[in-house]
Structures are given as structure tokens and as C-alpha cells.
């Protein structure tokens, strides 16, 4: 019994004292709970909501271009896209297996997959096919739920409902390459794309837009539970377009039909640029849809360079279009009159040196209208040698060429108006007084745009320091009716401060060029009465004719590879009786024959004027036809085919 | 005292009317509620739907229920009697899954019974403290202090302690090791024996070390430090912490657990149901909880210091402080205090074992009290 007592007390002592242990375990465990839920409560509940809210950004619609009456040429259409997170998908081999099954995929797209997995964050989705049929997302949709991290999508993809037609002006989307990535995170976007040439590179950021964000409550598997919040993004700003749409197409069917041209139209009141064409085209609908390696090599390679564009990054000799600016020069200085007469026997002494006029036989002699009229060459050498190369140089600079003219596009090139300290500074030896007779029929080391030189020719009929534009920050052309009147300000643009004779008389001399009998391009003249333009031809020699060639007669152009043919120029404005419309046109190894740019050249500025005019663009929408089958996107195609 | 010697006199032969008189209803109403509160958790964790855990959890309380009444029913010296013959079944069954794990069926810890799928590493937690509890009462004090008389129950915890050790199943070897070492300390062995078996196992820690899972060291290596590792081996712990602290004092709300539903904390039916219920009912919920586990640790000393038999006092404070480890180290495991062991919180977790031992332990432990004046013989006969 007194052991049983003692075993009871032992055992009571030692109970008490496990109890005393278990009430500090219980308080350490109230304490704990304490420090969890009360001390560190608002950590421990931004943690949670890390964990469970992710924010997904919302690609902006990329905004449209459009023309100056409100045409679209670079819209949005909806697309469906199957993406995958790598980070849900689990083995995946395994699930592009599976989609492969489903709609087919190529060796390329799963290495492509597989890149952009390791490059992309982690639980950004990757595209795994774009462009998908209906039928083709159907059936994904239908077995999204055994395919783990897989998802539609439905996104918008770049078109260009005029295809090829101003495929350099508006230039094109293409996905995000791995340098031009900069932490921005809508770059990393599935399927982002980012304007790399045209308007679209231009103007990109503004085209981009804002994005937007969704708050997505996700759960531990990265599924997507419910959205909590959204905030829309700001779309991509609209951009208008100075093109006339109806004119641009016209021209690029002119461009076309020869290998290699390029042509500009502006309106020269308010500098608006109606039509800029390099031919041949492009379709800027591949670029966004990923080129394929061949479709690349064709385009780098073709050595008619369709992915330039020549109309402001093709420099070119001037030909005889640079006479007016010899011309005026001469005048401006009095070292010429009007009544100055040269007398051309068909070729120039310098010393030694022989200049030949392109007429052989010579013009007899000539009066500064009559010089531009023929193109006599020998009355602008006469003239280039006593104005020097500076005099002239200066000239030509007031009319915009030798330097850039801040175009609205990226890749514009400033040509080249030599002075001769330029030329002792590039090359280290004097200015040759031969290389000014050269310089006075634009050849020698003169080189100008297309758009340089319809803006040249803008500024003779305006007086004006005309800059092209190619983006109406005013918005789309409200219709006005015709007996309104023009909505440009007169003073828009700066005067040149060139005496209006000097200008009457250059301009009175390139209306006779076209319009009457005997002007180099009197075959291209504009028939209609009032619609008549006036211009210069001009041809730009590519090649050195050599002495034995002259020796025994130039080869004829048939002979001579393309590649080394003649460029054929013409600038022209329209009508006469007040010029208010100016092309452009250069046509690549054209020149067929002395007089090229006036054979070539000029027939397509004459067709380009004629429609400005009779379209108006300046004042009046198109008609109604016009806009409705365009607006059909099986329109273009279909009118092609 | 005087009174205990009036009753000594005989041993009184209850009437069953007076068996479920004796019954303690106030525990199990208090079992009753904290299961409650398990259940509530459970149709919690599927998100608002008694499938698939809740209404299977509220069968298997109601049997278990039925059980604990009958073991409590049973006359407690049938229990002492019965112990080693629990003990030895119980082993049968460790043995039978650790041979059938060798053979190459998988590493299965369960017996499937149809009805549930038996562990017999949790039935031994139970069986083990009855054997020790029987043992002990066949010792007088100054057997007790004879370190022979202390091998065979050494024995009795080593051997399935390393049984399930070696499943591995660390957790519960540590349970079979700390509620045996209770049961010890109780009969009172001199506790400069515990000191000199805590010595060497500290000694043997190294090679403890050398022999563990690569698993295993990772947990102790996550518990020291679980945020470096944060998608790995600490995503569990540290997503439990995020959880309770989330949780606040009044917490997310009953069916609201952001971290639960969302399938950011792991196990939330079974190890983790603590966390998931401190988060959607707060501190506030997750105290009460622990207030009536408290309530159950008191009337478990209770009814031990009562009994006037040493079984009874030995059993019934054995199955208490087993409960209480339970509960502790579910509870510290999942507030990041020790290394994330595989140990449910008893009455609350999904699993049908762990249920059913822990009534079967509280049966043994009503049986005490109803049977507290019983006076029992060193071998079990009454006197």
C-alpha cells in the first residue's frame, strides 16, 4: 500500500510536470499564431495576393493608317492563335505531339516553340500556331481540356488592303526581333509586332498604342480562376495619310509596267505627297506572317531592289531636270539674260576637252527658253562655266536638294549638290572647271531623290520652300464641294525670294518642252484643254561612255545590259495656267533613247497629272465607287485577278 | 486519500447502466465538436461540397464513435490483459506491410480493410503506449529503477520504431518514440536516464544523418531555412505560413481561403487542414481550436490522476499526451516551428486510420475512467 502511494504521488509529481510542459508547448504555439496572424499579417496578405494575382497586359489594337479621304491601308482583322505556357503544359513533346494531331505542325514551328520557351518569361504564353482556320481552332478548342497550358487566343493581325500597291510608304509589321527587346513587356507579347519599315517604323510608338492590364486571379497551377480588375489601353493612334489612294494606285500601275521605277506626286500648295511609288513592290502581309528564308533571299537579291525605296533613297544623277536650276543661277547672277544667246554646234570646248550636246548635229543658236525647250546641253555648259559650281550649287540647295528634307519616312538619303570646298574636303584635290560643265546638265557628282526633285519642281511653280509632307495632322479631307474653296493657307510655306521672272521664264520654258511642237517631250503632252502640264525630261547617264565607244558610235540600248542602261528622269507640273500638282518620275535604266526621260518617264507623269486634276485630290473626295470597292477587302485581289 | 482506502476494500462489478452513466459525455461532446469543425474544413476544402471528403469524415467518426463506446464499455482489466495481444497484432500488421513493400508491391503503408485502409503504424501509437501502460503496472518502484526491467519496454518502442522508421515514415517513429518516452517518464524512471539516452542520440546524430533519405534531409534543411528554396522543398511550408499570416485575426472568411482554394497550400485535406482553417476563420478560429484541444488535454489528466489503478493513471495520461503530440506537432509543423513531419491534426484530417486509433485511444481512456475505482493486481486480476 505504501508502495502503491508512493508509485501515485511519483506519478502525480510527474504528470504536473508534463502538463507544466504541455502549457508552454500550447503557449509557444498561441504565440507563434500570434506573431503569424497579428505581427506579420500584412506581409504574410501581400504575399497571398502575389500568389494569386497576376497582371496580364492587353496588347492595344495597332492603330490604322488611312488615306486622305479616309481609306483604310493598314487595318486590324481578328485571328485565332493557339498558345501554350510552358510552365502548365508539362512535358512539352508531349503536348505539341498532341496539337499535331489535332491541326498539323511543322518541324519549324516546334523549334520556333521551343526557342521562345527559353526566351520568353516564365508563364507568358507562346504561340504555337498563328493564323488558325476556323475549323482548325475548333478543333482545339474542343480538347483544350486535355491539353494542359494549351489556349486560343484571339488576336488581331496586320492588313494591308492594298497589298503591294504603297507597300514602301506604309511599310510593314514584322515580329520582335531578340536585339530591338528592351524590357518592355508588351514586346514580349505573343505575337507582337513592331513596325520595321514605312509609316509603320515612322510612326510606331504612336501606332502602338497604350496597353491595357487584367488583374487575373490565378491558381497554383497558373490557370486562370476569374479576372479582378481591368483597365482598358489607349488603341494606337489613327494615322492620315497626304496619299490619294486612287492617284497612288494609278502611279504603281504605271511603275509597274516598267523594271525599275519610282514616282512622287505632290501637291505643291501644301507640300501634301498624293503619290510616292518604288517599283517593284512588295507584299507587306508576309512580313507579318514571318517570311520564309526563300521569299527573304528573293527579296535581298532581286537587283531591281524591290525593299527600297527608290523614290527618296534612290539617288540619281539629274540629267537635264537640274537645267532649271543652272538656269535660274544664271539669271539670279546676270551673268545670263533672257535674251542671251549661246550658239550650239552640237559640242563644247573646254581646252582640250570635248562636251557633246545630245543632239549631234547641234541647235544652232539659243535663247535661255528655247535651251529648256530642246535641252540644249551646249547652252548649259556655256552657262555652268561662267556661274562656277558654287553659284550654281547654291541654287539648287534653295530648292531642297543636296540635303534631307525630314521626310516622314525612314531611309531618306540627301543626294549630293557639290560645292568645291565639299569637294577638296571629301576628296582632297581642287574642283575641276570640267566637272562644272558636267554639274550644269546634272551629271558630274550632282545627285537628287525623286522626292527632291517634285519637290524642286514644286518650288518653281510656288516660289515657295514647299516641304513634302506625308501625314495630315489635320485629319482626314472633309468633303468640300468644288466652287469651294482650296483649304490651304497661303502662306504656308516660306517664299524662296526667286525674282517671279526668273521663275515665269523657267516655267514658261518646261510648258513648251510638252506643249509645243519641237519640246522634247511634245509627244507626252496632255491633250485636254486646261489639264495641259508642263516639265523637263531628263537622262542620267549610268555608265562612262568611253572614247573608243564614241569613237565608233554609242552602242545601241539594246546592246547594253540592262543593269548599265541610262536612267530615265521627267518632272512636270500641271495645268499650266496655274501649276498646283508636280510629279516625279525616274525610271531605272530606262533611257531607250537620247531623249529617254521624254519617252520613258514622261508618259507616266502625264498620265499621274492628268488624273490629280481630273480627280482633284486638293479639293474633292473621290466618288463614292471608288471608296466602296476598295473598302470590299476581296476588292484589290479580285479587280487584280 | 482517506476515501481511495474506503473504496480499496473491493472491486466493484459495474452494471452496463452504470457503465454508460459513467460514460463522459462532456468529452465527447467536446471529440464531437472538434470533429465538427473538421468536417466544416473539409466541405471547405471541396469547396463547398460534402464529396469527396466530408461525408465519407462524418461516417467514419460516427463508426469510430460507436467503437470508442464499446472500448470504453469493455472492463479495463480485459484491456490489460488484451494489451500485449494488441501490441503483437499490431506489429504483425507493421511487419506484414514492411515484408510486402520488400517483395515489391510498393511502398504502401496501409492494409486495405474494404471499409478503410488500415495503417498500422497509427494503431501502434495506441497499441504501443497499452503495452508499456500494462507493463509498468507490473513494475514496483524499485523495479522501475532497475535497468534491466527497462529493456524489454526499450524494446517494445525500438522495434517498430524502426520498423516504421524505416517505410520511412520519420514522423510517426518520432511519435512512437516521444509517447513511449512519456510513458517512461511517467512510471517514473530517474531521469538521468533520459538524459544519458538523449546524450547518445545526440552522439548518433551523425550517423543518423549519414543513413537518411535524401527526402528527409531535405525537410530538416527546408525547416531551417524553407524561404531559400521557395519553388522546392520550401514551397510547402512557406505557402502555409503566406496562408496564416493572410488569414489575420478574423481571417478570409468560411469557403473564402485564397491560398486553399487556389491550390497554393498543399495537402490542405489532410497535414495542412490547420492552416486552412486558421486561414479562413483566423486567429480567432484556429485559438478556438486549440482552446478545445486544451479542454480534452484537461479532461485527459483528469481522468489519469483520478484512477485508482496505476494501468489506468499510466493509459490514460499515455493516450493524452499521445493526442497532444498529435496535435502539437501537426500544428508547429504547419506554422513553420518544426520541420514538416507526415503527422495529421487528430479528429480534423482526412484519413480513416488516424480516426479511428485516436476514439479507439479515448475509448481506452473513457474505459479508465469508468473503471477508475477498479483495483487491479499486478497481472491484471482484480483483488
Known amino acids: 500500500m505504501q508502495r502503491e502511494n508512493q508509485r501515485s504521488k511519483l506519478f502525480t509529481r510527474r504528470a504536473l510536470l508534463l502538463a507544466g510542459g504541455q502549457t508552454a508547448l500550447l503557449a509557444a504555439l498561441a504565440g507563434r499564431m500570434y506573431y503569424l496572424q497579428v505581427t506579420q499579417s500584412d506581409r504574410y496578405t501581400v504575399l497571398a495576393d502575389e500568389n494569386r494575382i497576376n497582371l496580364r497586359l492587353l496588347a492595344p489594337p495597332r492603330g490604322r493608317i488611312i488615306d486622305r479621304f479616309g481609306l483604310p491601308l493598314a487595318t486590324n482583322t481578328p485571328n485565332y492563335r493557339v498558345v501554350l505556357v510552358a510552365e502548365q503544359a508539362g512535358e512539352i513533346d508531349v503536348t505539341l505531339d498532341a496539337i499535331d494531331q489535332l491541326i498539323g505542325l511543322t518541324e519549324a514551328d516546334r523549334r520556333r516553340v521551343q526557342r521562345d520557351i527559353k526566351r520568353k518569361h516564365s508563364f507568358v504564353p507562346v504561340v504555337v500556331r498563328a493564323n488558325l482556320t476556323w475549323d482548325e481552332m475548333a478543333r482545339i478548342e474542343v480538347n483544350v481540356p486535355e491539353l494542359p497550358g494549351v489556349m486560343i487566343e484571339e488576336g488581331l493581325s496586320r492588313t494591308y488592303p492594298f497589298a503591294e500597291t504603297a507597300a514602301h510608304v506604309l511599310g510593314y509589321v514584322a515580329p520582335v526581333s531578340e536585339k530591338e527587346l528592351n524590357g518592355d513587356p508588351l514586346l514580349e507579347l505573343p505575337d507582337f509586332r513592331i513596325g520595321k519599315s514605312g509609316i509603320e517604323k515612322q510612326h510606331d510608338l504612336e501606332l502602338r498604342g497604350k496597353a491595357g492590364t487584367s488583374q487575373i486571379e490565378t491558381n497554383a497551377y497558373g490557370r486562370v480562376v476569374r479576372e479582378l480588375a481591368r483597365v482598358e489601353g489607349t488603341p494606337g493612334k489613327e494615322m492620315v495619310l497626304t496619299l490619294d489612294m486612287a492617284l497612288q494606285d494609278l502611279a504603281a500601275r504605271r511603275c509597274a509596267a516598267e523594271q525599275s521605277a519610282s514616282c512622287v506626286v505632290l501637291d505643291a500648295f501644301t507640300g501634301d505627297v498624293l503619290a510616292l511609288v518604288s517599283s517593284p513592290g512588295f507584299d507587306p502581309i508576309a512580313f507579318g506572317a514571318g517570311l520564309t528564308a526563300v521569299m527573304w533571299r528573293d527579296l535581298t537579291t532581286n537587283i531591281r531592289n524591290p525593299l527600297s525605296n527608290k523614290a527618296i533613297s534612290g539617288t540619281y544623277s539629274p540629267g537635264s531636270t537640274f537645267k532649271p536650276m543652272v538656269a535660274l543661277a544664271g539669271l539670279e547672277s546676270g551673268l545670263i539674260t533672257p535674251e542671251t544667246v549661246v550658239s550650239c554646234p552640237g559640242s563644247f570646248f573646254l581646252g582640250n576637252t570635248v562636251f557633246h550636246c545630245w543632239r549631234h548635229g547641234g541647235h544652232g543658236g539659243m535663247n535661255l527658253r528655247n535651251a529648256i525647250k530642246n535641252s540644249c546641253d551646249v547652252f548649259f555648259y556655256e552657262t555652268a562655266r561662267r556661274l562656277g559650281i558654287d553659284r550654281i550649287a547654291a541654287m539648287a540647295k534653295r530648292f531642297g536638294l543636296g540635303s534631307k528634307l525630314d521626310f516622314d519616312l525612314p531611309g531618306e538619303r540627301p543626294g549630293n549638290i557639290p560645292t568645291r570646298d565639299w569637294n577638296l574636303a571629301t576628296y582632297g584635290v581642287a574642283w575641276q572647271l570640267g566637272e562644272t560643265i558636267s554639274a550644269g546638265i546634272g551629271q558630274s557628282k550632282v545627285t537628287t531623290t525623286p522626292l527632291q526633285l517634285a519637290t524642286m519642281a514644286a518650288r518653281l511653280i510656288t516660289n515657295r520652300a514647299v516641304v513634302p509632307r506625308l501625314t495630315r495632322r489635320e485629319g482626314v479631307m472633309q468633303p468640300v464641294g468644288l466652287q469651294t474653296a482650296p483649304d490651304h493657307p497661303e502662306s504656308l510655306f516660306p517664299s524662296l525670294g526667286i525674282p517671279p521672272a526668273n521663275l515665269k521664264l523657267v516655267v514658261d520654258g518646261m510648258t513648251a518642252v510638252v506643249n509645243e511642237q519641237g519640246g522634247t517631250a511634245y509627244g507626252a503632252r496632255i491633250r485636254e484643254a486646261g489639264l495641259e502640264m508642263g516639265g523637263k525630261s531628263g537622262t542620267s547617264q549610268v555608265r562612262h561612255i568611253s572614247a573608243a565607244e564614241r569613237e565608233h558610235g554609242v552602242r545601241k540600248t539594246k546592246d547594253v545590259p540592262w543593269k548599265e542602261r541610262d536612267h530615265a528622269l521627267f518632272i512636270s507640273f500641271a495645268p499650266v495656267s496655274s501649276p498646283r500638282y508636280v510629279c516625279a518620275v525616274v525610271v531605272e535604266h530606262g533611257g531607250e533613247s537620247a531623249g529617254g526621260g521624254s519617252a520613258v518617264a514622261a508618259p507616266i507623269c502625264r498620265d499621274v497629272l492628268r488624273e490629280a486634276q481630273l480627280r482633284d485630290p486638293g479639293r474633292r473626295v473621290p466618288d463614292a465607287e471608288f471608296v466602296a470597292t476598295r473598302d470590299d477587302p476581296a476588292g484589290p485581289s479580285a479587280r487584280r485577278s | ?383
Not at chain 2, 470508442?68 to 507493421?94: E, K, N, Q, S, T
Open chain 2, 1 to 383: 486519500m482517506a476515501s481511495i482506502g474506503a473504496i480499496d476494500s473491493g472491486s466493484p462489478r459495474l452494471s452496463f447502466a452504470e457503465k454508460l452513466w459513467g460514460i463522459n459525455w462532456g468529452l465527447i461532446l467536446l471529440l464531437t465538436v472538434i470533429a465538427c469543425f473538421g468536417f466544416a474544413m473539409l466541405y471547405s476544402a471541396a469547396n463547398g461540397a460534402l464529396q469527396p471528403w466530408a461525408g465519407k469524415q462524418m461516417l467514419r467518426y460516427a463508426v469510430s464513435l460507436a467503437l470508442m463506446l464499446i472500448v470504453a464499455i469493455v472492463d479495463i482489466r480485459f484491456w490489460l490483459r488484451a494489451a500485449y495481444v494488441v501490441f503483437a497484432i499490431g506489429f504483425v500488421l507493421l511487419v506484414a506491410v514492411e515484408v510486402r513493400g520488400a517483395i515489391g508491391m510498393g511502398a504502401q503503408r496501409w492494409i486495405d480493410l474494404g471499409i478503410i485502409q488500415l495503417q498500422p503504424s497509427e494503431l501502434m501509437k495506441v497499441a504501443l503506449v497499452l503495452a508499456l501502460a500494462r507493463y509498468f503496472h507490473g513494475l514496483t518502484i524499485e523495479e522501475v529503477g532497475k535497468p534491466l526491467r527497462l529493456i524489454m519496454p526499450a524494446l517494445l518502442i525500438l522495434t517498430p520504431a524502426v520498423l516504421v522508421l524505416k517505410q520511412p515514415d520519420l514522423g510517426t517513429a518520432m511519435m512512437l518514440l516521444m509517447s513511449g518516452g512519456v510513458v517512461f517518464f511517467l512510471a517514473g524512471v530517474r531521469l538521468w536516464k533520459f538524459g544519458l539516452v538523449i546524450g547518445a542520440g545526440a552522439a548518433a546524430m551523425p550517423f543518423v544523418w549519414a543513413h537518411m533519405k535524401g527526402y528527409q534531409r531535405n525537410r530538416i534543411l527546408t525547416f531551417l531555412d524553407p524561404e531559400n528554396d521557395p519553388q522546392g522543398a520550401g514551397y510547402h511550408i512557406l505557402q502555409s505560413k503566406i496562408a496564416l499570416g493572410s488569414g489575420g485575426v478574423f481571417g478570409k472568411g468560411f469557403l473564402l481561403g485564397t491560398q486553399s482554394h487556389l491550390n497554393f497550400l498543399p495537402e490542405k485535406q489532410t497535414d495542412f487542414i490547420f492552416t486552412m482553417l486558421a486561414e479562413e476563420l483566423g486567429l480567432i478560429g484556429g485559438l478556438a481550436l486549440l482552446t478545445l484541444y486544451t479542454l480534452v488535454f484537461i479532461y485527459g489528466f483528469a481522468i489519469a490522476l483520478r484512477s485508482h489503478n496505476h494501468f489506468g493513471r499510466l493509459l490514460g495520461l499515455g493516450i493524452t499526451v499521445n493526442f497532444f503530440l498529435y496535435v502539437f506537432i501537426n500544428t508547429a509543423m504547419v506554422m513553420g516551428l518544426i520541420p514538416v513531419v507526415g503527422v495529421p491534426l487528430p479528429l480534423i484530417s482526412y484519413g480513416g486510420t488516424s480516426m479511428l486509433t485516436v476514439m479507439f485511444g479515448f475509448g481506452l481512456l473513457m474505459s479508465a475512467y469508468i473503471h477508475r475505482d477498479v483495483r487491479i493486481g499486478r497481472f491484471g486480476e482484480s483483488d
